[in-house]
């Protein structure tokens, strides 16, 4: 349970900043575990939803593997200590200079996003007197029912390989000797709900599968990509997504030939509830219409409002330490940046507010501090850890 009194022991810090539940972190990482091992999936987690230093070494102790998308990531994840025969590499576009360095590090797989790309890694594989293990990104044209800039499986998106490319995929392969092809891969999107998105995903990938079964191609790795969502509504109330039900879903719909491995790149399901943007109240501005109340975190810290509308529950953390009345009021929270679409939300009811007051704004540990930018020249980004003294 989140526990604002243990938020307000960090209210001398200077906002705003991070912070980060590692109790909860570790439990949620250590349930994710325990649904995967029962069913014999391989986890890789997706860098990308949250790379900060404590966060990314309780993933590493938790034994699952990375998934990076630039060689810089890749970099990351060496640095911080996961083992390269579990680092997998997706994109789709990957430089020149990437691939190699990957290559050089002898990475368990390059998740390739067109056949070009394929030409490319054999090149540069050959020049390095290597064999890149490969899976194909299929877009098996599922629809996530998610936000459109968070869906990437569908035809009119830009990731991954179409269905009808697949015999030439196949012949490019053969003039390939660089290359071995480990897999099929997918990714259809993030902040996925409704769990018959992924059955749906698992009857393409069966199809698929199958193709390459009776052209007598057995793939050792069905990836199945990410983005099992969590309740952004209510943080509190299942802080641990259903993990089991997720895999549940793979494990009765996917069929897998023998000695075939499942591969899973969950990002924001194992990282969102463990991190909260805490920030003060700068102002109080009632108006007629509108009652605002100004931040000091703005998109510069938290993109996600901005960047796809997306809802974050929002706490005074000051009144719940039970001192404020019962008035609450309606307010739009917004940041400090000359942008209109800097605002956190809209017609938020909370209780009354004052200037210093603490603000949470939940459910920030995915997609959070890693999209902190420097524009209107904000300071570095800070965080704190639920542990430290
Ligand atoms: C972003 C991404 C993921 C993780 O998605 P989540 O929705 O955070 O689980 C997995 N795989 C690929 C290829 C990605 O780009």
């Not at 490969?134 to 044209?141: H, S, Y």
């Not at 942008?339 to 997609?367: Q, W």
Request: aromatic share 10%; glycine share 8%; with cysteine.
């Amino acid at each position: 349970m989140f526990d604002p009194s243990r938020v307000n022991a960090f209210a001398q810090r200077e906002t705003p900043f991070y912070y980060y539940d590692m109790d909860l972190l570790e439990r949620t990482l250590a349930a994710a575990r325990k649904s995967a091992d029962t069913l014999g999936f391989h986890v890789h987690y997706a860098l990308k939803a949250n790379f900060n230093d404590r966060v990314l070494g309780s993933i590493r102790d938790t034994g699952f593997g990375a998934d990076c998308v630039s060689g810089n990531e890749v970099r990351r994840a060496i640095e911080a200590g996961f083992d390269p025969d579990k680092i997998v590499f997706a994109g789709v576009g990957k430089s020149d200079k990437e691939i190699t360095y990957a290559l050089s590090e002898d990475i368990f797989a390059f998740n390739v996003e067109s056949i070009q790309e394929l030409e490319v890694i054999d090149a540069l594989a050959g020049a390095l007197e290597k064999r890149a293990r490969v899976a194909l990104r299929i877009n098996p044209n599922v629809d996530a029912h998610t936000h459109q800039y968070i869906t990437t499986g569908l035809d009119e998106n830009k990731f991954g390989i179409a269905h009808w490319e697949l015999a030439e995929a196949m012949e490019t392969l053969r003039g390939c000797p660089h290359i071995e092809l480990v897999g099929i891969h997918f990714h259809v999107g993030s902040q996925i709900t409704d769990l018959n998105v992924f059955k749906s995903l698992c009857v393409k990938a069966n199809e698929l599968n199958n193709w390459f079964d009776e052209r007598g191609i057995r793939l050792k790795v069905l990836n199945v990509g990410g983005g099992l969502g969590v309740d952004y509504y209510e943080p509190d109330k299942q802080s641990i997504p259903d993990f089991h039900a997720y895999f549940s879903v793979f494990d009765e719909f996917l069929e897998r030939k023998p000695g075939q491995e499942v591969h899973f790149e969950l990002g924001r399901a194992l990282v969102s509830q463990c991190g909260s943007l805490v920030s003060r109240v700068l102002y109080v501005k009632n108006g007629i219409k509108k009652n605002f109340l100004i931040i000091d975190a703005g998109m510069t810290e938290l993109m996600r409002p901005a960047l796809y509308q997306a809802y974050h529950r929002i706490e005074n953390l000051t009144a719940d330490t039970g001192t404020y009345g019962d008035d609450t009021k309606h307010y739009d929270v917004v940041g400090p940046i000359c942008e209109s679409s800097d605002c956190f939300g809209k017609e938020v009811l909370l209780p009354l507010t004052r200037r210093g007051d603490l603000i949470a704004i939940r459910t920030a540990g995915a997609y959070g501090e890693v999209m902190a930018s420097r524009y209107n020249l904000r300071e570095e980004i800070r965080y704190v850890y639920s542990d430290q003294p």
